[in-house]
């Protein structure tokens, strides 16, 4: 536009709204951006987040696939010692290499891995009282002979350390609850005056009956009537009875039934076991009888422990006996406990295996009875 004296005069509203027009569209441009960067940081870190997890998680399946084949190559490596063992000596003790963990990690040392750290750990499964043995199967229906008396003494003296019982006789109350658990019977006929037949469990919360047959694993003593936590798991420093007792051991009876003879291998019972195997008057035998068969000259043992009255030779043994049904110097039942560790990963096996020759080959061999990943 021209004014007066030919000066252009430029239109200033035109250029203000081009302006502000511009400085709109600049900053939606800019906050557009921003929401986009933002974005694409959130979805980064959400790829970056997912991927982590995704290595981490292939990184601890193939740890764990590692070690669970570690444990098992500690499975076969013990059975393949405790198979060995039998064909070098037809008793069982802790005289013998399988029973002394110094051995074990040596034998192991020819299988050691690149990686991750292996222990394996045997133990003798007839070292334990055989629950079902209490009652004679596969009749199933009335006590063994000796088993009540074992079970009396083994129970006295875990009430005795624990110090507590909420029973007026909670010795008999577990025994006789217990034959009741097992027997094949499961009427109104209860053992004694402490027994339990499923009548006495269907008024618990939760109800439950009982299982009138042999157990198939330790834990079920803790639905019996008498048997607390405590006493199962012990308490503080206290051992629990579960380390003593366990239901394998099951031999082919007559017909098609099944019986547990129930022998505890006198060479390698541990002193709860030991105890109970004992009169009461003789209980504080236990211990000189525990050392005798570890006693050493140098690095030979002493005592020859292939007769099963061998304790009879413990000094102060006097005219001490145990009842030859209950004890053997033999076992085909023993327990693998094997723990690895890869990283800061580690997993745990527990197995019962029976050692026995198969008919097949004609070879001894160790077949696994159960078996758990921990």
Not at 290 to 310: C, I, M, T
Request: net charge negative; charged share 20%; hydrophobic share 45%.
């Amino acid at each position: 536009m021209t004014g007066a004296g030919g000066d252009v005069i430029t239109s200033s509203t035109s250029t203000a709204g081009c302006s502000r027009r511009y400085g709109s569209n600049s900053g939606m441009a800019l906050l557009i951006t921003l929401t986009v960067i933002a974005l694409l940081i959130v979805v980064s870190l959400e790829l970056n987040r997912r991927a982590r997890n995704t290595v981490f998680a292939a990184a601890a399946t193939r740890d764990r696939f590692a070690l669970s084949q570690m444990l098992f190559s500690g499975l076969h490596a013990a059975m393949a010692i405790l198979v060995e063992d039998r064909r070098q000596t037809q008793i069982d003790s802790l005289q013998e290499n399988w029973a002394d963990p110094e051995k074990v990690a040596t034998l192991l040392q020819a299988m050691a891995f690149e990686e991750g750290q292996l222990q394996v750990q045997i133990s003798d499964e007839r070292s334990r009282i055989q629950v079902n043995a209490l009652v004679q199967f596969p009749e199933g229906r009335d006590f063994d002979v000796y088993q009540p008396n074992l079970w009396r003494r083994f129970l006295r003296a875990a009430f005795l350390a624990l110090e507590q019982s909420e029973e007026s006789d909670p010795v008999n109350t577990i025994v006789n609850s217990l034959k009741d658990w097992l027997d094949t019977g499961d009427d109104d006929a209860i053992t004694g005056l402490t027994g339990a037949e499923s009548d006495y469990y269907q008024d618990l919360d939760p109800p439950y009956a009982a299982r009138n047959g042999p157990l198939t694993h330790i834990a079920e003593l803790l639905q019996v009537k008498g048997v607390t936590p405590e006493l199962f798991y012990g308490a503080e420093d206290l051992p629990g009875i579960v380390q003593f007792l366990t239901v394998s051991g099951m031999t082919v009876g007559r017909g098609d039934g099944v019986t547990f003879d129930g022998q505890i291998n006198i060479n390698t019972a541990e002193l709860p076991v030991l105890i109970a195997l004992l009169a009461e008057a003789d209980a504080e035998l236990a211990t000189a009888i525990d050392a005798y068969r570890l006693e050493k000259n140098g690095d030979v043992f002493v005592h020859d422990l292939s007769n099963p009255q061998w304790y009879k030779d413990v000094p102060g043994a006097g005219d001490i006996r145990i009842e030859e049904a209950l004890i053997t110097v033999r076992s085909d039942f023993f327990r693998i406990i094997a723990s690895a560790g890869l990283q800061e990963m580690k997993l745990g096996l527990a197995a019962v295996v029976k050692r026995e020759l198969d008919p097949r080959t004609g070879q001894i061999v160790c077949r696994v009875l159960s078996l758990e990943l921990q």
